[in-house]
């Protein structure tokens, strides 16, 4: 009876952060799961880290994805039953594919929008964005050479980055594509996501978590602290020296007032 009567107080309730890479993502989620009442977001359907989901919940994700979707919605939720993951926009298309030919969420006359909240109840939308494309840009192209995706204690690279402008230009331009991803797909779904921006992120880390938190409709125990945050801001002198030789040898590659 508890277990019906805590599920009656708190129904299941789904969000998910729409992101790209090098977007502030890592900061946003693991701040959201430190909170111990907003799920625990991770890339729970990014297809090469599928199969080890499946084997902690002994699932199969090949066999049966209808079934996978839900051990993952109700394995990694919080007691409050609130669950959350990330979703980028370069495998989106694939993801909405393998959910409707699940035959469980909906048909191919289903929206995308009913074919989540069906999946994903009471979904809502949370998008972070970086509003300084090239240092973006730079980010990416600094961890595609060193493979260092999260700056956490204890990791290391894999080789040391040097300046490449033409992998910075093109991780301008596939920022750009990917994003654009995102704008049609909100905008033929009707959703105005609830937007947190990197920057902002960075100067008042716990203010925007706990703006997240209240569009999510999550109540944090009087006095509960937020952060700080466990992910390392990969910007330094390196990124600030690669950002003005960048502008100094491709001044018509990067326009601000464009980005």
């Known amino acids: 009876m508890g277990g019906l009567l805590h599920k009656l107080r708190h129904p299941r309730r789904c969000y998910v952060v729409c992101t790209i890479p090098r977007s502030g993502s890592n900061l946003l989620t693991d701040g ?47 007691h409050n039953e609130v669950f959350g993951f990330k979703l980028m926009s370069w495998y989106l298309d694939v993801f909405l594919a393998r959910l409707r030919e699940a035959h469980a969420f909906g048909n191919s006359s289903t929206s995308d929008l009913d074919l989540l909240r069906t999946a994903f109840p009471r979904l809502l939308f949370v998008r972070i964005v970086r509003c300084h494309k090239l240092r973006q ?53 009707g959703i105005k996501p609830f937007q947190v921006e990197y920057e902002k992120l960075c100067q008042d880390y716990e203010a925007t978590i706990r703006a997240v938190l209240r569009f999510l409709k999550i109540k944090l125990p ?31 590659a990067y326009s601000p007032a464009s980005h």
């Open 32 to 78: 959201l799961r430190d909170t111990r009442r907003a799920g625990m977001p991770k890339q729970f359907f990014l297809p090469k880290d599928e199969s080890r989901y499946a084997a902690e919940l002994g699932l199969n994700a090949v066999a049966d994805y209808a079934a996978y979707v839900r051990g993952i919605v109700n394995g990694k939720r919080t």
């Open 137 to 189: 840009a730079l980010s990416t192209a600094r961890a595609l050479q060193t493979g260092l995706w999260k700056v956490q204690k204890g990791k290391t690279t894999l080789r040391e980055p040097e300046f490449d402008p033409d992998l910075i230009e093109q991780s301008l331009h596939e920022a750009e594509r990917q994003e654009k991803i995102w704008d049609e797909f909100f905008r033929r779904s």
């Open 222 to 252: 009087a006095g509960v602290p937020v952060g700080p945050p466990v992910t390392t801001r990969q910007a330094d002198k390196i990124s600030q020296m690669w950002e003005e030789q960048f502008l100094a040898e491709r001044p018509s």
